[in-house]
């Protein structure tokens, strides 16, 4: 009887390989073994077939040409912020990016004799003034993730692209569904898979796309440091997707009423979330993007002291207090964002960051109600 080519164990979700060596049937197949998808040897670290696959699904969802997936999203801003540059290049970076990659501007890429200059996060076809003859790459975080400006991206691209200089954004926050870099001429996009695409807390993964113009010097960078992510990350990433819609839709509408919400709060000063109309570049998330992710933060009218605020977070028991965000859990953490090089709107205030999990609302507004009021 002739062996059926179908697989008796076919399963929804792709397996999972774990490994380091890879197996060759024979001596002639090892010598052939450069072969696409893979190139060179078979080798854990060049990627599990749960990788390529998650990989092909995240370029066809945002638009790009090819992705490339890293251990994490710090990992994933590393590589892009290597790979693009060199020694003697300049490179603008909006003020308003997440802590770590300000970090590795300052003392990684200063190292290798790159320029960093930190614009501001509102910034737009004023980028002009910030250009030098060697500048190379504009690092943009639209909306920032802590304190939520917006950038006219398609200003920025147009300068960009009369003076061919890359563009990268992390796009984190947006998730691949609610912002297409690749639709407004982004070259590269960055996300941290460890958040809203995954989406549970217990992964960490960092996605890299880039259009087709800029993937050869992402390959190039990503193939001889040898990143990949680990299969369970990837795995439990192609999962998130899946549902990535449905939980997207859920965080929106939550985090939109506890907003609006907490605007009608007496104590409350500024509710910080781009799809609100008192947000200041709310028209720019209107014009570009086509929804909300469920992080956002609020100022007080008296920031809470230290004490205070342990009164306000520690009794809390749907917002549980750590760092991160994009999971079904709810979180909160409280920070005085001082790392800006540029005044910033909430300078010197505490702001209080939730990242609306898919509890239910009214429990969540209990809790935050109780928690301000422990304040008064
Ligand atoms: C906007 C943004 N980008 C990148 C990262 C880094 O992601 P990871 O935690 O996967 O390294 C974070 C993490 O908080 C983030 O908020």
């Known amino acids: 009887m002739a062996e059926s080519k179908r697989d008796p164990f076919r399963t929804i979700n792709p397996p999972i390989h774990r490994a380091s ?36 699904t995240l370029a066809a969802l945002e638009g790009g040409y090819a992705c490339r997936v890293c251990h994490s999203g710090f990992d994933a801003i ?13 490179i603008v970076v909006c003020d308003n990016i997440y802590g770590p ?17 930190y614009i501001p996060p509102t910034i737009g076809a004023d980028i002009e003034r910030f250009i030098k003859p060697n500048t190379k790459l504009i690092y943009l975080e639209s909306p920032g993730s802590n304190t939520f400006e917006i950038q006219d991206v398609p200003g920025v691209v147009e300068v960009a692209r009369a003076k061919g200089i890359v563009t990268v954004i992390d796009n984190t926050w947006a998730t691949p569904l609610f912002f297409k870099p690749f639709e407004h001429g982004v070259d590269v996009s960055i996300h941290s898979g460890s958040k809203y695409i995954a989406g549970h807390s217990d992964a960490l993964l960092g996605t890299i796309t880039t259009n087709e113009a800029h993937f ?58 781009p799809a609100l109309d008192t947000h200041p ?22 920031d809470p002291t230290r004490e205070e605020l ?11 207090l750590g760092l991160s965000w994009g999971g079904f859990q709810s979180l909160i953490k409280a920070e005085n964002i001082t790392d800006r090089v540029l005044p910033f709107r909430y300078h010197h205030r505490t702001i209080i960051r939730l990242s609306i999990g898919l509890e239910d609302v009214e429990k969540m507004k209990v809790d935050l109600g109780e928690a301000i009021e422990r304040l008064a």
């Open 101 to 117: 990659t300000r970090s590795f501007c300052d003392r990684v890429l200063a190292k290798y004799h790159v320029a960093v200059d």
């Open 216 to 273: 050869a010097t992402l390959e190039d960078f990503y193939e001889s440091t040898e990143r990949f992510a680990a299969p369970e990350s990837c795995y439990s990433a192609l999962k998130g997707l899946r549902t990535l819609s449905v939980r997207m839709a859920r965080h929106q509408a939550s985090a939109l009423e506890i907003a609006k919400w907490l605007e009608e709060n007496a104590a409350v000063e500024t509710v910080i979330y």
């Open 21 to 56: 060596t890879v197996l060759y049937e024979t001596y002639e197949s090892f010598l052939e073994a450069d072969q696409a998808p893979y190139h060179g040897k078979l080798y854990g670290t060049f990627g599990s077939p749960v990788q390529l696959e998650l990989e092909k």
């Open 281 to 302: 570049e709310h028209h720019l998330w209107r014009r570009d993007l086509t929804g909300a992710s469920g992080v956002f933060g609020f100022i007080l009218k008296k």
């Open 310 to 320: 342990s009164a306000f977070l520690d009794p809390m028991n749907i917002f549980a």
């Open 78 to 90: 590393g590589v892009v912020l290597m790979a693009f540059t060199r020694s003697g290049d300049h």
